[in-house]
C-alpha cells in the first residue's frame, strides 16, 4: 500500500486517508493508494469507505506537475469511475478546498460531508483546461446545469453553505473530517441508506447551449476553456447515455490538454507562486510593519492608502495643505465606498477605517512614528530629493523609506538619505487598490530585511510582489517604453491606432496601446516625451510630434473625453477621434515617408519582439531576476492575456530562433531600435529557451 493514502479499518468501515503534502494533489501515489484500498475494503468485506485528507485540505485536484509527462494508471477519471461503481457505501468529508478533480473524487462518492470553512470547485478552466473527471457530467445531475455552468466556466470556489443549498454536499458539520465522515457514514449505514451513484442519476434537460457558449467565448475574450466547457456540460445533458457523455468530456479534455492555452496558464500558476521565492530573503525577517505614512494624496497615494486601510494598516496621509489633505480623504473614501457597496465592508468598518485607522497629516512630523513611508509625489527627481531629505530628519530609526516612483533613479533618491540601506522604490500601479501588480524595487544599498519589508507588505496588501533592479522603468515600464515606441514606429509607417490596437485586443490584451494610453492620460507619454527630449534623444532615434499636437489641443484622453478615441458616447462605445488621422498623415508627409499596408500579423508579430527582446535585455541585465518575474509583471500590470502565460513563455512557444530571425531581418531597416538582446542570441545559441532559465533559478 503506497505511503500517500492511509488504510485503516473501524468496525465495518475502512477509512482512506490522503497524506500527501501540502495539498494532496492526486499524484500517482494517491490515485493508486486510493484505488487499492477500495480492493482491499471490498475485499476484507467492509460495509462502508471514507474517504478524507490529513493536513490541511482535501484534495486539492490533479497533480498539475504530472500534466505533459506520459500518464500513469490508474488514470483519474477510472478512479473515479471506480469509486462511484463500488458496491460499499463510500462517503467524503471535505475540508480546506475540495477542488477540480478533488470535487470529482467527492462527486463520485455516494455522500458529501464538509466542515462548514470548506471551499469546493472546479477551477480548471483557470489551468486552459476543463474537469476531465467526469465534473462536467455529474455537476449538473446533482446541482442543476445553471449552477454547473456557472461554477464550471467561473471556476469560482463555492462555500460549503453555498455547495449544500446547491445540492453539491449533502451536510455541513464542524469538527474534524475523520470524526464528521465517521458519525456520517456509520448514521448512513445504520439507517441502511442506499448507495447513490451521481452517474446513474437522471441527465438534466438541455436548454440554449450554442447561446451560452457564444456568450461564454465573448466573455473569454480569446480564452478557449470556459467556452469549451460549455460544450462538455452539454454532453451531459444531450449524450445517449452517461457513458458517452464521460467519452465526450475526455475528448474536449484532451484537446484543451494540448493546446498552447493551457501550456500558458499552467506556466502563470507556477510562475505567480515562483515570483516571491527569492533565494537572497529566505529566513531574512521583514521589519515590522503597523502604522505607514503615505505621502501624496492624489489618484495613486489614495488608492495606496486604500489598500493599506484595507489591510488593518494605520495610515498617516501627508498632504501640503488642509484642503489638499481633506481631498485625498475624499478620494479614499469614495475607494472605500466601492468596498462598501459590494459588501466586503460593513458601514463600521468604513466608518473606523476612516475615522480612526486614518490620520491626515501636513506636518511631517506626523510620519515620525511610521513603519514605513511611501511617497506618492510628483514625479520629479528635485520633488523627490526634497522628500526624502525631510523624510530623513524626522522618520525613526529603521524606518522604511520607499518611492513609488515609476521610472526615476531610486539610488539618486536614496543618496540624499543618510540612511540608503533603509530606501527602496514601491512601485504601485493605478488603481492602486485594485491593480495586483507591486514591484519591488532594490537599489544598489536597499537592506535584505528591507526587501524582505516589501514584499511583507505586498503579501499584507493581497499583491503579487516582483523583484526589480534599477532602471529606467524598472521591469514593466521599461519593456512598455520598447513596445509602445514600435507601435508609433508601425504608425510613422502606415498603420493606423485604430488597427493596432484591434489586433493587440484579438490577440488578448485587455486594451490596445492607444486606448490603454487615452486611459492612462496622454499627458503622462507628453512629460515621458518632453524629459527624454530634454535629457538628448540619441540622433538615430525616430521620433515624432503627432501625439504632442494631440496634447497641446488638449486632448489627454478618457479624462477629457477625447484623445486617440472620442468618448461622447462613453468609454465603451469608444469611436476613432477624426483629428488623429490628419496628424499622422500630416507627420507622415513631413518626415518623407510614403505609408505602407500593414496586416494584423506582422503589427501583432513586431510588437510582440520588441516585448520581448527588450525584456530578454532586462532579464540579462538582472534587472528582472528570472524571466518568469518578466512574465508575472506583464500578466498583472499590463493586461498581457494570461492565457499566453506572459510574453517570454509566449517566446518560448513561438521558437527563439524564428523571433530572433525577424528581429535581425528588421535591424536591416532600423539597426538602433531592433539591436537583438544579447540574452536572446546566447539561448538561440544554445538551443535553450527562457523557460530553462526558470528552471535553472529555482
Ligand atoms: C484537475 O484537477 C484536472 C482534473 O479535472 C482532471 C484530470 C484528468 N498540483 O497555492 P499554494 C502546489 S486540475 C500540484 O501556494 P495556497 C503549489 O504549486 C487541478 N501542485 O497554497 C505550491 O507549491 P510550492 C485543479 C499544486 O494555500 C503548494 O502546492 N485544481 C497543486 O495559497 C501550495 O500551493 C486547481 O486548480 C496541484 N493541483 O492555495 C487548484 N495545487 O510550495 C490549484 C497547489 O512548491 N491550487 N500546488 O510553490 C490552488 O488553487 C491553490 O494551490 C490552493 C492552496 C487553493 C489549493
Redesign the pocket.
Known sequence: MPEAIGYERVGDIVILAADNP??N??GHAVRQGLAVGLDRAEAEGARGVLIYGTGR?FF??????EFGKPPKEP???ELCNRIEASPLLVVSALHG?A????L?VALATHYRIAVPQAKVG???V??G?L???G?TQRLPRVAGVEAALDMITTGRHVRADEALRLGVIDRVAEGEPREIGLSYLRELLDEGAPRRPVGEMPAPAPVDFDAIYAAVLRKGRGQLSPATAVRAVQAACEAESFAAGLKREREL?MELMNSDQREGLIHA??AD??VGKLPELEGVAPRPLAAIGVIGGGTMGAGIATAALLSGLSVTMLEMTPEAAEAAKGRIEGNLSGALKRGKLTAQQFDNLTTKALTLAIDYDALADADLVIEAVFEDMEVKKQVFTKLDAVCKPGAVLASNTSYLDINQIAAVTSRPQDVLGLHFFSPAHVMKLLEVVIADQTAPDVAATGFALGKRLGKVSVRAGVCDGFIGNRILSVYRTCADHMILDGASPYQIDEALEEFGFAMGPFAVADLAGLDIGWAVRKRKRAEGLDPRARDSAYADKLCEAGHFGQKTGKGYYDYAAGAKARVPNPEVLPLIEAERAQQGITPRAFSKDEIVRRYMAAMVNEAAKVVGEGIARRPLDVDVTLLYGYGFPRYRGGPLKWADMQGLPELLADIKRWAAEDAYFWQPAPLLEQLVAEGRTFDDLNKEAV
Open positions: 501540502p495539498v494533489a492526486l485540505t486539492a485536484g490533479a497533480d498539475i506537475r488514470h483519474l477519471p478546498t477542488l477540480g478533480g478533488g470529482e472546479l477551477p480548471e483557470h489551468l483546461i474537469p476531465g473527471a465534473g479534455f500558476f507556477f507562486r515562483a
